[in-house]
């Protein structure tokens, strides 16, 4: 039972992590339903690039590989710190082409004034 607790935290919170960094740096106002949403998509990302990593570098190749490795209190940290480290680049990414669509929306908006004219 304490490891599907710990298994539970361990994949949960990088993607909560994500999302309060990407709303920190985006300056959004906290939506729970939003942020429990997106916080499952980010686990989903974060979940799916650790499988590459470890696949490529490691040679986990499935989750009973993984769930034995990650018995290993030393893997344990640092699989939870790559996924931190993950959850940070996927909320930065997100961040700046959140930032570079709104600004092209404005500034090709702001170029083509007839657009809204009918």
């Known amino acids: 039972m304490w490891s599907l607790f710990v298994y539970f935290l361990i994949f949960l919170v990088p993607g909560v992590f994500a999302v309060s960094l990407y709303n920190l740096l985006s300056c959004n106002r906290l939506n729970y339903c939003k942020t429990i949403n997106l916080a499952l998509i980010y686990n989903l990302l974060i ?42 680049l996927l909320a930065v990414l997100t961040c700046l082409l959140s930032h570079l669509i709104c600004w092209c929306k404005g500034r090709f908006h702001r170029d083509n004034k007839d657009c809204c004219k009918k």
């Open 47 to 88: 979940l799916g690039i650790n499988l590459v990593v470890l696949r490529l570098k490691v040679g986990i190749r499935s989750f009973d590989a993984l769930d034995d490795y990650l018995r290993c209190l030393c893997f344990t940290s640092k699989y939870i710190l790559l996924s931190l480290i993950v959850g940070i």
